[in-house]
């Protein structure tokens, strides 16, 4: 595709990255919606949620990760996505997933009933991470 460029980009767990590379393309979730950024965007700063990032190497390479909540970034054509957890689609552990779902629905239950403290907001986007992991795992 003409005048298409590549960038810089990053996703960043507190493991440390699960890509860095250049991309033609970005998507990730935005806590309003998905935000799809190209080369030259302008400046961003955004709170992602847990969710299906998408980073598009070529028009028909993609690398699909099962993301956790996090922030995003868009600075001087460089885009880093900081988020609490990456899973590449194609490396998605079910029974991890699984196991992850019913111990963050367990939390819940506990803050619900009382028996819990811990943060509400928290312990759902860890639901919605373990949720969206299956999710992107069943894709064909």
């Known amino acids: 595709m003409a005048g298409r460029r590549e960038f810089s980009v990053s996703v960043v767990t507190p493991d440390g990255p699960a890509y860095e590379g250049d991309a033609q393309m970005i998507i990730v979730p935005g806590a309003a919606g998905e935000i799809g950024v190209l080369a030259r965007h302008a400046p961003l700063i955004a709170t992602l949620k ?34 609490d957890d990456a899973v590449e689609a194609a490396k998605i552990d079910h029974v991890r997933a699984q196991e992850q779902l019913e111990a963050a629905q367990a939390e819940l ?32």
């Open 50 to 83: 847990a969710g299906s990032t998408r980073v598009h190497l070529s028009e028909t390479e993609i690398l699909e990760f099962a993301t956790g909540p996090g922030f995003f970034q868009v600075l001087q054509d460089r885009a880093i996505a900081l988020v």
């Open 109 to 140: 239950e506990a803050i619900e009933q009382g028996e819990s403290t811990a943060d509400r907001w928290h312990v759902e986007q860890r639901i919605r991470h373990a949720e969206n992991q299956l999710a992107v795992a069943g894709r064909p």
